[in-house]
């Protein structure tokens, strides 16, 4: 019995701290550690006439320039043995790295819904099979994901769309991509990647239009859209014998949501 309630309340303080996040909050757009590296100096911009991608691109220059001056302040105070200074700057230093710093630009979103996915360039292809290692590293299980892993994956998927456009991969990184903020719960932006999946290849392998309709329907409420994309769905997707599962259940959920099901 002792090991039952243990059990019991391991598995309570898991979803706790897993669902303690809300919907879309921007977990995976959380910056990883390892990409948070120099990007140079850039021209001070006219805030007032600026444009979304001018101000995000001068927020990180300036986030990095904050960065390295602390750091260039704790190598000079470590030369020069000023101790209590130097605390001061390994305090503020490391206060800085655990602030959250999010990528604002949504590559799914900058990209073409127009895209084919129709080129195989070794480059996108390295790319992916790196993102896919990290994806693996992260681990199998929900409650135990690495997520600072998952967020280096998703980093290699986006470096994936935006340098190699007409890859024969960008399906498959967008598909891929939408199941990490899926798993986020990140659901708007995981819809936007489903979407681009079969947008740029209409004949994806994937089942994009099942998840996306999904996730429209259970997490997001927008059941009529639900509704147009597991029927598109079903006729796609739902033509190949391993999307059965998903075909019988998006078959269950039109009748359902559409009202024309027997036992209501």
């Known amino acids: 019995m002792p090991k039952i309630v243990c059990t019991a309340v391991v598995i309570v303080l898991l979803n706790v701290l897993v669902g303690c996040h809300g919907i879309d909050s921007g977990r995976g757009q959380l910056m990883p550690a390892r990409t948070r590296t120099s990007l140079g100096s850039a021209p001070v911009i006219n805030i007032a006439e600026a444009g979304e991608t001018d101000i995000i691109e001068q927020t990180a220059?300036?986030?990095?320039?904050?960065?390295?001056?602390?750091?260039?302040?704790?190598?000079?105070?470590?030369?020069?043995?000023?101790?209590?200074?130097?605390r001061w700057a390994e305090k503020e230093l490391a206060a800085l790295n655990a602030i959250p710093q999010y990528n604002y630009i949504i590559e799914a979103s900058v990209a073409s819904p127009n895209l084919k996915a129709?080129?195989?360039?070794?480059?996108?292809?390295?790319?992916?099979?790196?993102?896919?290692?990290?994806?693996?590293?992260?681990?199998?299980?929900?409650?135990?994901?690495?997520?600072?892993?998952?967020?280096?994956?998703?980093?290699?998927?986006?470096?994936?769309?935006?340098?190699?456009?007409?890859?024969?991969?960008?399906?498959?990184?967008?598909?891929?991509?939408?199941?990490?903020?899926?798993?986020?719960?990140?659901?708007?932006?995981?819809?936007?990647?489903?979407?681009r999946a079969y947008?740029?290849?209409?004949?994806?392998?994937?089942?994009?239009?099942?998840?996306?309709?999904?996730?429209?329907?259970?997490?997001?409420?927008?059941r009529a859209e639900a509704l147009e994309l597991y029927e598109e769905a079903i006729k796609t997707e739902g033509r190949y014998e391993k999307h059965l599962t998903w075909r019988e259940f998006a078959e269950k959920r039109i009748k359902e949501i559409s009202g024309t099901d027997e036992e209501q």
């Open 199 to 222: 947008q740029w290849d209409p004949m994806t392998i994937h089942p994009a239009r099942f998840r996306a309709a999904y996730i429209l329907d259970r997490r997001l409420a927008r």
């Open 61 to 86: 220059v300036s986030r990095q320039t904050y960065r390295q001056c602390l750091e260039l302040l704790v190598g000079y105070y470590i030369r020069t043995g000023n101790n209590m200074k130097l």
């Open 118 to 195: 129709s080129i195989s360039i070794p480059e996108a292809d390295g790319l992916y099979e790196d993102a896919l290692q990290f994806e693996k590293k992260a681990g199998p299980l929900p409650f135990l994901k690495n997520k600072s892993l998952l967020r280096l994956a998703l980093d290699k998927y986006n470096q994936l769309i935006k340098k190699y456009p007409t890859s024969s991969k960008i399906d498959d990184a967008a598909y891929k991509a939408g199941g990490i903020y899926d798993y986020f719960k990140d659901y708007s932006i995981a819809v936007l990647y489903y979407k």
